[in-house]
């Protein structure tokens, strides 16, 4: 299978924890975005990657969220010090140029 | 900044009914549009898509067209099944494919 993949498909963690998840992108997409979706809610942007840059940041990427993608190829999103309202699903996509393809998503709850 | 706008659903039909979801767009350039959908328990998957004014994107019996002058993108299928259940989203990206925007979603659904 040579999609988009995401691990771990489910994380539960205490409020106050730090949380990463990677996402490993289809190898000659260039373009890698990581997106949060609530319940009910489209998925809501927040950070963009063309190869190794950061090129985007929504004002949603508080400080204790950080993205990196060294190398151009996989990424990693990072939450420190979670929070209840950062419960949702994490999105990631990977795009060649305008279609995005998305990976199945990482589910976070806080308790 | 960009917005998409959508009907709210639930939508409900029964099997073989016509299917219009509306989609309208707040853009500045010239954005592409998109569907995407959402099967139940599955990720999201582009459905169709159209790059500038008067395209039209169709892919598996569904179809859009992009309306410059109505700031439209309304998706359309003549006669529904079943295992089109789903949620639906339009979305759109700016002139770099950079960023993107999505609506609320739609969710669909088919009765036998």
């Known amino acids: 299978d040579t999609g988009v993949s995401q691990d771990p498909r489910h994380k539960i963690t205490k409020r106050g924890q730090n949380v990463t998840f990677r996402c490993d992108p289809i190898s ?84 | 900044g960009n917005s998409v706008t959508q009907m709210e659903g639930p939508v409900t039909l029964s099997e073989e009914a016509f299917l219009t979801i509306n989609c309208t767009y707040t853009a500045t350039g010239y954005p592409s549009l998109f569907w995407y959908v959402q099967y139940p328990g599955e990720g999201l998957q582009l459905l169709l898509k159209a790059t500038k004014a008067d395209d039209k994107g169709s892919n598996k019996g569904f179809e859009a067209t992009y309306r410059k002058e109505t700031t439209s993108f309304h998706l359309e299928k003549g006669s529904v099944q079943v295992s089109d259940s789903a949620v639906y989203f339009c979305a759109l990206s700016d002139n770099y494919g950079q960023n993107f925007v999505f609506g609320p979603g739609t969710r669909l659904s088919v009765l036998p």
């Not at chain 1, 990581?34 to 929504?58: D, M, V």
């Open chain 1, 28 to 111: 000659e997409h260039n373009r890698l975005y990581w997106y949060r979706q609530t319940l009910g809610q489209g998925p809501e942007f927040l950070t963009y990657f063309q190869n190794e840059a950061q090129l985007e940041k929504s004002r949603l990427l508080s400080d204790r969220f950080s993205a990196e993608r060294p190398k151009g190829s996989f990424s990693t999103l990072e939450i420190q010090r979670t929070e209840q309202g950062d419960s949702a699903m994490y999105l990631c996509a990977s795009s060649p140029q305008d279609e995005q393809y998305f990976g199945p998503g990482t589910r976070l709850t806080v308790t």
